[in-house]
T-cell receptor, first 112, second 109 residues
Framework: NAGVMQNPRHLVRRRGQEARLRCSPM?????VYWYRQLPEEGLKFMVY????????ESGMPKERFSAEFPKEGPSILRIQQVVRGDSAAYFC??????????FGSGTRLTVV | SQELEQSPQSLIVQEGKNLTINCTSS?????LYWYKQKYGEGLIFLMM?????EEKSHEKITAKLDEKKQQSSLHITASQPSHAGIYLC?????????FGAGTQVVVTP
């Protein structure tokens, strides 16, 4: 049973480009969470999704960021028109019913 | 929302010495997680505590949750270079997982 898979592990984007981060939850897990870790800071909650629904997006920046968790396929965190301040590690976690979290290894986004 | 405060923010310990990290919550904890993150890597699950007074150990790392379930400590005995990294406490808060700011541990020879 593979763990939470995130890809790519490293992503480099130029300012203004789009970044797409993928998270495949563990088998049987229908809850997905995204977190952002800025350099020198702790992990900050961004968004909580269940299949096809956004449950809580209180940690998402109001502009340029969006997340989805379709019925089929991985959860996607999408950042449009990236800026240098978006450079961070983005972690995804999944759980079967809202607890018992398993984290992925993260995607490190670098905006140049 | 639940606030988790970790202390110290960072600490330097000589190899072989013990160290303790604290995590304090503003609200009762119903599940307290400890993770370790090595620089540039993902999160490694260490332990989860749920019951007041619970204590768990794995190798040289011991975690405790106090009776009131508002404070947890992580204790490392006879630290080794492999213990270096960032230690994070986390807790479930109404379906939203919250983290402390982390404690950076440096182990010197």
């Amino acid at each position: 049973n593979a763990g939470v898979m995130q890809n790519p592990r490293h992503l480099v984007r130029r300012r203004g480009q789009e970044a797409r981060l993928r998270c495949s939850p563990m088998k049987g897990h229908s809850h997905v969470y995204w977190y952002r870790q800025l350099p020198e800071e702790g992990l900050k909650f961004m968004v909580y999704l269940q299949k096809e629904n956004i449950i809580d997006e209180s940690g998402m920046p109001k502009e340029r960021f969006s997340a989805e968790f379709p019925k089929e396929g991985p959860s996607i965190l999408r950042i449009q028109q990236v800026v240098r301040g978006d450079s961070a590690a983005y972690f995804c976690a999944s759980s079967p019913k809202g607890d018992g979290y398993t984290f992925g290894s993260g995607t490190r986004l670098t905006v140049v | 929302s639940q606030e988790l405060e970790q202390s110290p923010q960072s600490l330097i310990v000589q190899e072989g010495k013990n160290l303790t990290i604290n995590c304090t919550s503003s609200k009762t904890l119903y599940g307290l997680y400890w993770y370790k993150q090595k620089y540039g890597e993902g999160l490694i699950f260490l332990m989860m505590l749920q019951k007041g007074g619970e204590e768990k150990s794995h190798e040289k790392i011991t975690a405790k949750l106090d009776e009131k379930k508002q404070q947890s400590s992580l204790h490392i005995t006879a630290s080794q270079p492999s213990h270096a990294g960032i230690y994070l406490c986390g807790a479930d808060s109404w379906g939203k997982f919250q983290f402390g700011a982390g404690t950076q541990v440096v182990v010197t020879p």
